[in-house]
């Protein structure tokens, strides 16, 4: 079983629609991290949290919202979805440490319509 | 400014030849972590390699090394022997400074991307 899962996969909705798109780890790691991948842009850090009642925006928080639900779960919401927020949205887990990589889920292709 | 800069968009390679992809970076800190990432054709984000600023040696994984050049600012990913399923996406990632005050951390944790690089191996 995958360590970092990621619900939906894919989901296509409409314009104004509320949307949570859910992580679940295994990892037993306590951060956290959303990204979204638009092409070319590389990835953009969404939202962080290194515990389950800490949450950091990060740099294009605007129009999500996240919830750190328990050490193992985070999720992110769009409370009114816009066809700019069509994306590849990424979750990933680390722990921190001389390193702290970062290990991704498989990605939630989101289309805004 | 870019912190983290990959200028070949595309990259060609014939199988079993060694590849190189270019990354540099932009930070003040002295403590930085840096990461290379392969995202194939699925879609899901595979962690490579990994270099810490003070690492005195450059870092190596099976067929995957770190040419890191601390002074330039670069942190080139070599791959030698390339396999046709060495064609991906390949991202360079920075992890900056440290906030010691965090209790139970002692890094931010946060990644910067590059804009990636597109390798295709040719049979």
């Known amino acids: 079983d995958a360590d970092v899962t990621q619900t939906p996969r894919n989901r296509i909705t409409k314009t104004g629609k509320r949307i949570m798109l859910e992580c679940s780890q295994t990892?037993?790691?306590?951060?956290m991290y959303w990204y979204r991948q638009d092409p070319g842009l590389g990835l953009r850090l969404i939202y962080y949290s290194f515990d389950v009642k800490d949450i950091n925006k990060g740099e294009i928080s605007d129009g999500y919202s996240v919830s750190r639900q328990a050490q193992a779960k985070f999720s992110l919401s769009l409370e009114s979805a816009i066809p700019n927020q069509t994306a590849l949205y990424f979750c990933?887990?680390?722990?921190?440490?001389?390193?702290?990589?970062?290990?991704f889920g498989p990605g939630t292709r989101l289309t805004v319509l | 400014a870019q912190k983290i800069t990959q200028t070949q968009p595309g990259m060609f390679v014939q199988e079993k030849e060694a590849v190189t992809l270019d990354c540099t970076y932009d930070?003040?800190?002295?403590?930085?972590?840096l990461f290379w990432y392969k995202q194939p054709s699925s879609g899901e984000m595979i962690f490579l390699i990994y270099q810490g600023s003070y690492d005195e040696q450059n870092a190596t994984e099976g067929r995957y090394s770190l040419n890191f050049q601390k002074a330039r600012k670069s942190a080139n990913l070599v791959i030698s022997a390339s396999q046709l399923g060495d064609s991906a996406m390949y991202f360079c990632?920075?992890?900056?400074?440290?906030?010691?005050?965090?209790?139970?951390?002692?890094?931010?944790?946060?990644?910067?991307f590059g804009q990636g690089t597109i390798l295709t191996v040719h049979p």
């Open positions: 990632a920075m992890r900056e400074g440290r906030r010691a005050s965090y209790a139970g951390g002692t890094s931010y944790g946060k990644l910067t």
């Open positions: 990892k037993g790691h306590d951060r």
């Open positions: 930070t003040s800190d002295q403590s930085y972590g």
């Open positions: 990933a887990t680390s722990e921190p440490g001389s390193t702290d990589t970062q290990y």
